[in-house]
T-cell receptor
Framework: AQSVTQLGSHVSVSEGALVLLRCNYS??????LFWYVQYPNQGLQLLLK??????LVKGINGFEAEFKKSETSFHLTKPSAHMSDAAEYFCAVSERNNRLAFGKGNQVVVIP | EPEVTQTPSHQVTQMGQEVILRCVPI?????FYWYRQILGQKVEFLVSFYNNEISEKSEIFDDQFSVERPDGSNFTLKIRSTKLEDSAMYFC?????????????FGPGTRLTVL
């Protein structure tokens, strides 16, 4: 069965510093991987996804993630944090169906 | 921009009562989903729905849960006899097609509190 691990429920980052959120997955088949973001009082919004092809995936708002099969990872990065990046971030995996399996999420706090 | 909406934003109920959580998916979408997140835990898949039928459900989705598309716009989740452990944030989602190539669009959630 597919699953996702996100460590560190709260992540603090200084404005302008690198944002790095780690995601490791387990899947019995080649996975499809996703990062979602949730701003206060809003729904989960897709940041980016990996299905097939290029392992470095670029998303909205300057975020990107790299699929590394050997490490079973799909870490999310952004070179320079903005105050507007304060939100909760969820990594998710899907196998061949519609079911998404999510990690616990990372609450990102941006320090001015 | 089209969006998924959910009502109410917060529902408080007594244990044993029935609750209905409502969702209005994006109008041209055909696939609908419910997920939930118990406080401090992962977002969990409950059920997917297509063509007026459940297409997949998780082990969580037992006989106390049901889903319905009563008209052309609403998609509901009913919990027949709520338990304390049903307290969670419930998210509705919809997509235009099946599978991971079709983005699931999520609503803002309904926070259910069972007392």
């Amino acid at each position: 069965a597919q699953s996702v691990t996100q460590l560190g429920s709260h992540v603090s980052v200084s404005e302008g510093a690198l944002v790095l959120l780690r995601c490791n997955y387990s899947s019995s088949v080649p996975p499809y991987l996703f990062w979602y973001v949730q701003y206060p009082n809003q729904g989960l919004q897709l940041l980016l996804k990996y299905t097939t092809g290029a392992t470095l995936v670029k998303g909205i708002n300057g975020f990107e993630a790299e699929f590394k099969k050997s490490e079973t990872s799909f870490h999310l990065t952004k070179p320079s944090a903005h105050m507007s990046d304060a939100a909760e971030y969820f990594c998710a995996v899907s196998e061949r169906n519609n079911r998404l399996a999510f990690g616990k999420g990372n609450q990102v706090v941006v320090i001015p | 921009e089209p969006e998924v909406t959910q009502t109410p934003s917060h529902q408080v109920t007594q244990m044993g009562q029935e609750v209905i959580l409502r969702c209005v998916p994006i109008s041209n979408h055909l696939y609908f989903y419910w997920y939930r997140q118990i406080l401090g835990q992962k977002v969990e898949f409950l059920v997917s729905f297509y063509n007026n039928e459940i297409s997949e459900k998780s082990e969580i989705f037992d006989d106390q849960f049901s889903v319905e598309r009563p008209d052309g716009s609403n998609f509901t989740l009913k919990i027949r006899s709520t338990k304390l452990e049903d307290s969670a944030m419930y998210f509705c989602a919809s997509s235009g097609g099946q599978g991971p190539y079709n983005e699931q669009f999520f609503g803002p959630g309904t926070r259910l509190t069972v007392l």
